[in-house]
């Protein structure tokens, strides 16, 4: 079965870190670039960050740059989003997206980041 599974997400107050996994399973996780985007009430889903299929490149948006971190183990077919200084403004259901080579596309269920004191 094809899926990437979410997980660690939570309410954590400003300040504060969390860890999200997904975990990848059904098909050739390597051949895949990893994302990581979030959707918050009222507004767009949009980009985090990004990582190519070996994990040597990554991207991330401006408003997270310097306190997300992404990585993958092409072994444990994981992605990681290690988020740290968290905001308010980074409450949102945060989904973990897989685009292959040649353009297919999968998507997570999304996991809950709660920023809030």
């Known amino acids: 079965q094809v899926q990437l599974v979410e997980s660690g997400g939570g309410l954590v107050q400003p300040g504060g870190s969390l860890r999200l996994s997904c975990a990848a399973s059904?098909?050739?996780?390597?051949?895949?670039?990893m994302k990581w985007y979030r959707q918050a009430p009222g507004k767009e889903r949009e980009l985090v960050a990004g990582v190519g299929r070996t994990g040597t490149i990554t991207n991330y948006a401006d408003s997270v740059k310097g306190r997300f971190t992404i990585s993958r183990d092409n072994v444990k077919n994981t992605v990681h989003l290690q988020m740290n200084s968290l905001k308010p403004e980074d409450t949102a259901v945060y989904y973990c997206?897989?685009?292959?080579?040649?353009?297919?596309?999968?998507w997570g269920q999304g996991t809950q980041v709660t920023v809030s004191s």
């Open positions: 997206n897989g685009r292959h080579i040649f353009g297919r596309e999968l």
């Open positions: 059904g098909f050739s996780f390597s051949n895949y670039d």
